[in-house]
């Protein structure tokens, strides 16, 4: 994998949580027109889009169930992204993967992102 999740755990329902996403290798860039994406994938389901962000100008994008909640960011300077998920639900829990798209314009197609991680795994329970 070219991308590395970090910060996966057991929380509590309203608990919260910070996940990572740097790269796997000092030789993989992201430039300036990609956009990283946080997905995820709950058991028996199929992935689904939480966040995106675009590394030139910031923009966000975010699903509709996770707005308010999450926060996605990334820091140029470190190749890194992040997410952070407050109020978390039990419909939170799944293995989080971090994506990299060079096209920014597809930022919600998760078919569009070639670069992967092998994803954290978030577990919302009490």
């Known amino acids: 994998a070219h991308l590395v999740e970090s910060g996966g755990a057991l929380v509590q329902p309203g608990g919260s949580l910070g996940l990572a996403c740097t790269p796997n290798?000092?030789?993989?860039?992201?430039?300036?027109?990609?956009?990283m994406g946080w997905f995820r994938q709950a058991p028996g389901k199929e992935r689904e889009f939480v966040a995106a962000?675009?590394?030139?100008?910031?923009?966000?994008y975010y699903a509709d169930g996770v707005k308010g909640r999450f926060t996605i960011s990334r820091v140029n300077a470190e190749n890194a992204v992040y997410l952070q998920m407050n109020n978390l639900t039990p419909e939170d829990t799944a293995t989080y993967y971090c994506?990299?798209?060079?096209?920014?314009?597809?930022?919600?197609?998760?078919?569009?992102?070639?670069?992967w991680g092998q994803g954290t795994q978030v577990i919302v329970s009490s």
């Open positions: 962000v675009t590394w030139r100008n910031n923009k966000k």
């Open positions: 994506a990299r798209n060079p096209d920014a314009f597809t930022w919600k197609d998760g078919s569009k992102y070639p670069d």
């Open positions: 290798s000092p030789t993989f860039i992201i430039y300036a027109n990609d956009v």
